[in-house]
């Protein structure tokens, strides 16, 4: 089977995220998922749980280990909101905003070493692409639908173009 595209993305996604969750454990000790948590809490201070995980596509049980971890290592504070009781807002400590800064450091530096090879030019191409396969894959139900309908579709040709093969074998030969 050839190498998809998809396959090669994904393989770049795991090796880059292996050297950037290493990097980031070693350098500032926090994970790349709690760097993201402090990341948003520094662009949108007094969040809940649930805002962050919203902005980062992320759980709230996954935000909510982070956050207790971070609270724990001292870099963020947790306040309850001044009109739902049950919810809480998320701000960063001191410590909490050095972290970040950290952080910010160490993504920076993955991504230099991830594009060390590429010239300017094409740098400015992969973003180039890059935005736009963002822009262009934030699928819905319609999305879902029309390419069962095409797969569908495909798997039905495939399946006749196999029935007409063996006969055609035995007719011709």
Known sequence: MADLQLHRIRAIAVSVGSLAEKLMLAEVGISVMEARVLQTLRAFPASTATEVAGRILLTT?????????????????????ALDGRALHLELTAAGEIAHAAAVNVTAAVQAWTIRDLSREEWIQLDLLLNKLVESSQYGERDIRSLQT????????????????PAAAAAGG
């Open 61 to 81: 049980v996954q935000v909510g280990r982070s956050v207790a971890r971070l609270k724990k290592l001292g870099l963020l504070k947790v306040e309850p909101h």
């Open 150 to 165: 095409v797969v569908s579709e495909k798997q039905t040709s495939a399946k006749r173009a196999a029935k007409k093969t």
